[in-house]
Structures are given as C-alpha cells and as structure tokens.
C-alpha cells in the first residue's frame, strides 16, 4: 500500500489541522523509517478539539522491536490491526491518530510496468489519513520513539484506487477522514472504530504520474 507521501506543511498543519507544528524539522517527502508529523490527543482527559502534533516514526516501532521493523509495519490493515503483534497494543489502547498529508503515491501498472501516481483531495486540501500509533520507551541510551502507521481497507471495485498495484494483488486504499471526523477519530472507543472503515469518494481524489523527482519540494516548503 501507501510506502510514500508528502506531509503536511507548517502552514496547512495550523491552518488546516488547527494544531502547532512540531518544533523539529522534517523532510518534505516521506518514507517507512522517516520522521513525520502525526496528530494525537495531547493528554487520556483531553476534550473534543484538543490536538497535539509530534514527529513519529513512519512505521509502527511497539516496545519490543527494533527500528527496522518500520520497513514492513507502515500500513495496517483495518480487518487485523486489533490482532497483528505490531498493532494489537495499540489498538487495543485506542491510539488512533491523523496523519496529515499534502498527497501520497501509488503505482500503477496500466502501462504494463510499474508507474508512480500522485494521489491529492481534488479541492485542494490536505488529507488526514486515519493511522494508530505507539510508544516505544527509551532504552539503552537511545531516545524514546513515537511511530505511527496507516490504515487500509478493501479498494475492489474503487473507481479510482482499483487502478494501482500489480494486477494480480488485492486493491487496498489508505482510510481517508473528512475534516469533521477528526476529532470523532482520536476520541473513537475502540468498539467503534469500524464506523470510520469507509472509501473516500473517487470524484473527491484527484490522480495523476508523478515520475521520481517531478516533485520538487525542499525543506523550506515546510516552513
């Protein structure tokens, strides 16, 4: 599924996402191991609106594992997150979160070989990807880890995510949420979070090739 994307900006995290970007900086193009913003609640008793952003780990790091498990954990799967060992502690702590996100890539083979797409809301507006994250303590001198990894579900028949992975593969798309479901999601009890299982609509999306280094963005598109 979806192993890279464009985070958000500064100015569409505070203006779009109504939060505080991160005081670190973070590339303009992201990866599984890279640090990226997510936005969680800032504390067990916060209230609808409350929202805090932080770098974490694209990639699920749990207590137990080492950094380079975020090269297989960036995407859960909605039908065995509350089972995977990399997410079931997660889950079952309701540390759901919003990725936010300029666009995403995906690759399409229609060509007969493998071709990367830009995916973007067709309004223009940043997207909050639906993702879980964790926490991993501080151990052996290192620091401790925040990571985060996105959701997917079922794309069979998408009008528009059915076009990308090898033919052969299941379709699956990230789990988009709209503006007004932001908050809903990080409070969301856990018994509840297949409400929000739902395909963004195809006409909402926007797609188009986007070859490796036709996105020019630099650091300072961040700020």
């Keep these: 599924m979806c192993a890279n994307y464009i985070p958000s900006t500064h100015d569409q995290l ?22 990226s913003p997510m936005i969680r609640l800032p504390r067990a008793d916060a209230l609808p609106g409350d929202r805090a952003c932080a770098l974490g780990m694209f990639g699920m790091v749990p207590h137990w594992a080492d950094e380079k498990l975020a090269r297989q954990t960036y995407n859960a799967r909605a039908e065995t997150v509350a089972t995977k060992p990399s997410f079931r502690h997660a889950f079952k702590h309701g540390q759901f979160c919003v990725i936010p996100a300029a666009s995403f890539y995906e690759p399409s083979y229609e060509s007969g070989k493998a071709e990367r797409w830009e995916i973007a809301a067709a309004n223009g507006e940043p997207l909050g990807i639906a993702g879980i994250w964790d926490y991993k303590p501080a151990a052996d001198k290192g620091l401790p880890l925040l990571s985060f990894s996105m959701l997917t579900i079922n794309a069979d028949g998408h009008p528009l995510m059915q076009r990308f992975h ?9 789990v988009i949420l709209r503006p007004d479901q932001y908050d809903d999601w990080l409070h969301c009890p856990v018994d ?6 739902e395909r963004y609509p195809a006409d909402a999306l926007t797609a188009h090739p986007a070859p490796r280094g036709s996105h020019k963005a630099i650091q300072g598109s961040l700020l």
Excluded: I, N, T, W
């Design 166 to 174: 090898k033919p052969d593969d299941e379709k699956r798309m990230l």
């Design 192 to 197: 509840e979070f297949s409400v929000f299982l």
């Design 14 to 35: 505070r203006q779009h996402f109504q939060v505080a970007p991160p005081d670190s900086e973070y590339k303009a193009e992201s990866f599984p191991g890279y640090m």
